[in-house]
């Protein structure tokens, strides 16, 4: 079983076998995948749900998807991204990888809520989108996973952001300028918008996780209902 052996042999293991298993020519690689999955991977370990379904927005090449689908063994991992050949990367790796609970990739426009082909969520995760994304695909991101999410539930996002009272790391300060050079709806977004964001939503950021190089996890819990009167 592939996936027992990737969780048993550890990320070795999962290199081994993709050297011997070369991926079928949709497959793309992230560079940073390699870099980013394990502290990650250590950040999701203690948080994510038991059981259930946890939705990857902005699943891209679809290198992580499989990744964590492989450590959540107990989980559902459905991958979505709205770019048809990040759709046909994910397909290519799931396909080697042969994972039972990996579900099939999805089309979803995190901009646009309504058509989210994923309305029930255990958890939500969405690596390096939403500074390469306008930020209509964050305002959809946050009402999605507000109606998508159960009470407590977790909105896990992983980039970089800026902080106010954190100095700006200079890496970050010019790739934030090349983003915006790039695209100028693109751009590192600061952390009180998306809390700003977040709170219209009933969405309450619960955990803010340092990561390596300048990356940030942040956590949003769906507020629970308040408890009935009387
Ligand atoms: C830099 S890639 C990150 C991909 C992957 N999560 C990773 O870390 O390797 C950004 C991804 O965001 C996706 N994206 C851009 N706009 C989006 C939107 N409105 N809704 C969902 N995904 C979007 C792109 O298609 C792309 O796959």
Redesign the pocket.
């Known amino acids: 079983m592939i996936n027992d052996r990737l969780w048993r042999e550890g990320a070795g293991a999962f290199k081994v076998f993709r050297m011997s298993h070369p991926p079928a020519p949709a497959a793309r690689v ?1 560079p ?2 390699a870099r980013n999955r394990d502290p990650i991977l250590d950040v999701l370990r203690p948080r994510m749900p038991a059981s259930g379904l946890v939705l990857e ?5 679809g ?2 998807a499989v990744y964590f689908a492989g450590a959540f063994p107990a989980l559902q991992w459905r991958p979505t ?3 048809a050949e ?1 759709l046909a990367s994910i397909a290519a790796w799931s396909q080697q990888a042969g994972l039972g609970n990996l579900l099939p990739p999805l089309s ?4 646009q809520p309504d058509t989210w082909p994923v309305k029930r969520a255990d958890a939500i995760v969405t ?3 939403i500074h ?2 306008p930020w209509s ?1 964050t305002a ?1 991101l946050m009402a999605g996973a507000a109606r998508a999410l159960p009470p407590g539930g977790g909105l896990f996002l992983y980039g970089p952001f800026i902080e106010s009272d954190v100095p700006t790391a200079p890496s970050n300060i010019a790739f934030d300028l090349s983003l915006r050079q790039r695209n100028p709806q693109w751009g590192i977004r600061r952390l009180e918008d998306l809390t700003a964001l977040g709170a219209a939503q009933g969405l309450t950021l619960s955990e803010r996780i340092a990561m390596p190089a300048n990356n940030l996890v942040l956590v949003f819990r769906k507020d629970r209902a308040p408890a009935a009167a009387g």
């Not at 927005?57 to 090449?61: D, I, K, R, S, T």
């Not at 979803?108 to 901009?111: E, G, K, P, T, V």
């Open positions: 992230s940073s995948t927005v902005a699943a891209g090449a290198e992580h991204d709205p770019d990040a979803l426009d995190a901009a690596i390096n989108m390469i994304s695909a959809g």
